[in-house]
């Protein structure tokens, strides 16, 4: 179970012009007033919801909506200016897949490397290691230097690594789509068998047809705040409609 | 409490800790011909070349001791800090894109960059052996409270690396500040020339540097041969846990702020 109360993330979108020793020493002989002129950008605010064990969630809006961030917080990766995030269970994030990989190491390495950062033990990734690599269809890589890989075949593999978990709660963020087109049918299996597992999903798509396939309910986001929440069905129909206009 | 919580989470993060460290070694020396051999070869070569230039260049001498050994103990002890301290303040930094996307406990990078440069040291202890046996230093008893001058150096570069690293995030300027910094703060310390060389009025201030009580530590042992007073015993740990929990309480306030930086 996830509970999302009352989250508001604010950015300044003006941070960096504030660190460098140049305009620091300018910014000392400023007035205070034009000081204080930073540029924020609440890229959510006031977000509740709710979500109960074992269901599935998509998340649709536009590019900017705040989607990504929202799944961030939830993850732990990032704290929320204000409000705050219980979850109950493990959980496992996939945002922006193989972000822990080292492209000078092997396939091989990389597993091991990949999956204590998701926070796996040695005894646990060895003993699904023949799991990830059939998954992956990479055996015939495995000692190669992941540079030399394709982006598809690290994305491959970092999709293998990251699903070998049965988590409590999985947090997915456009990830659906890589590989050819044979991995990804395999990887919306994957994802269908750990729902029927009893997964808690949240799911981030700007494939409204995945989204009415996998998910009970719909999330739709606009500027940072939720504009409707509902049936996939139906919240999708109002989405196309209002992006066509 | 945290202390409690700080080892649960070293136990959980435990692998990754090592597969972090394993890491830097692989990549560090995979694509070299000798590999694991330059961490031996690279210290006693560039310590050479530094003795070769002091002792026959400069003519710089410490009386009753042996000038090799004098050199070699005390910029073994300074090489660790510094390049320690140097990939501990980038460690945070380069880590960015993990930081955005997973959550870990961000104190792991700057740990795992002293631990790896502390197997590195550790390896270089064995040419300093070396040379103070060709040299005929004579071993004493005392050589086994050595370790606690090394965990005084380990735990305040780890201090200093929090410190760093935090501070790097919010200035990048400091990746060029701290190089200077540490070509002076190498000529400050009292590795090449003996801290008698300095006049008594000064002194004192060469004393508030703590990597001169660590390297202090370890020449009264191997080269005088004798106990360090407790006095230097209690200034090593002091200054190690003082900046330590300066590292700690910096790292902390500011570690939620760090990913508005990426």
């Given amino acids: 179970m996830i509970k999302i109360n009352n989250v508001s993330m604010r950015f300044n979108l003006g941070i960096e012009k504030n660190f460098s020793l140049k305009l620091f020493f300018i910014n000392l002989f400023k007035l205070k007033k034009e000081k204080k002129e930073k540029k924020e950008f609440w890229a959510l605010k006031d977000v509740n919801i709710e979500v109960q064990k074992g269901e599935v969630v998509g998340f649709i809006g536009s590019n900017g909506a705040g989607k990504s961030t929202l799944l961030k917080v939830v993850a732990g990766v990032m704290k929320p200016t204000k409000g705050s995030v219980e979850r109950y269970g493990n959980i496992c994030p996939m945002i922006e897949l193989g972000a822990g990989f080292d492209m000078d190491l092997t396939a091989r390495e990389n597993i091991y490397l990949n999956g204590a950062i998701l926070g796996y033990s040695k005894e646990f990734i060895t003993e699904k290691f023949d799991e990830i690599v059939e998954f992956s269809e990479l055996r015939d890589f495995l000692d190669v230097p992941v540079r030399n890989f394709s982006s598809g075949m690290v994305a491959r593999l970092a999709f293998s690594v990251a699903t070998i978990v049965d988590p409590e709660i999985l947090i997915v963020d456009e990830i659906l789509s890589v590989g050819d087109i044979a991995f990804q049918q395999k990887s919306e299996n994957k994802m269908r068998s750990m729902i029927e597992g009893g997964t808690t999903v949240l799911f981030v798509s700007h494939s409204l047809a995945q989204i009415e396939n996998l998910c009970d309910r719909v999330v739709w986001l606009e500027n940072g705040t939720v504009k409707k929440i509902g049936e996939p069905k139906q919240i999708c129909e109002e989405y196309k409609q209002y992006v066509m206009n | ?262």
């Fill in chain 2, 1 to 262: 409490m945290f202390i409690k919580s700080v080892y649960s989470s070293l136990q959980k993060y435990r692998f990754l800790l090592h597969q972090l460290i394993s890491r830097d070694f692989k990549v560090k020396y995979k694509r070299s011909v000798l590999g694991v051999l330059w961490s031996l070869l690279y210290p006693i070569l560039t310590m050479t070349v530094m003795a070769l230039v002091f002792s026959n260049v400069f003519k710089f001498s410490t009386p009753g001791v042996n000038y090799l050994v004098y050199l070699l103990t005390g910029l073994v002890m300074f090489n660790y800090f510094s390049e320690a301290s140097n990939l501990s303040m980038s460690s945070v930094v380069a880590n960015f894109a993990l930081i955005n996307k997973i959550y870990i406990p961000k104190y792991i990078f700057p740990l795992s960059k002293c631990l790896f440069v502390g197997i590195n040291f550790l390896l270089t202890l064995i040419p300093l052996y070396a040379i103070i046996l060709i040299t005929g230093t004579p071993l004493n008893i005392y050589h086994i409270f050595l370790p606690y001058a090394f965990i005084c150096l380990f735990i305040f570069t780890f201090g200093m690396g929090l410190i760093l690293s935090a501070v790097s995030v919010f200035l990048r300027d400091m990746f060029y500040i701290y190089g200077i910094v540490m070509t002076l703060w190498m000529y400050l310390t009292p590795i090449m020339y003996d801290i008698n060389l300095i006049s008594v009025t000064y002194q004192k201030f060469f004393k508030l540097n703590p990597l001169y009580h660590y390297i202090n530590f370890a020449r009264r042992i191997i080269l005088y041969g004798e106990m360090p007073s407790p006095f230097t015993f209690a200034v090593c740990a002091l200054s190690a846990i003082g900046t330590l929990l300066i590292g700690v309480i910096v790292f902390k306030k500011n570690q939620d702020k760090f990913i508005y930086y990426v």
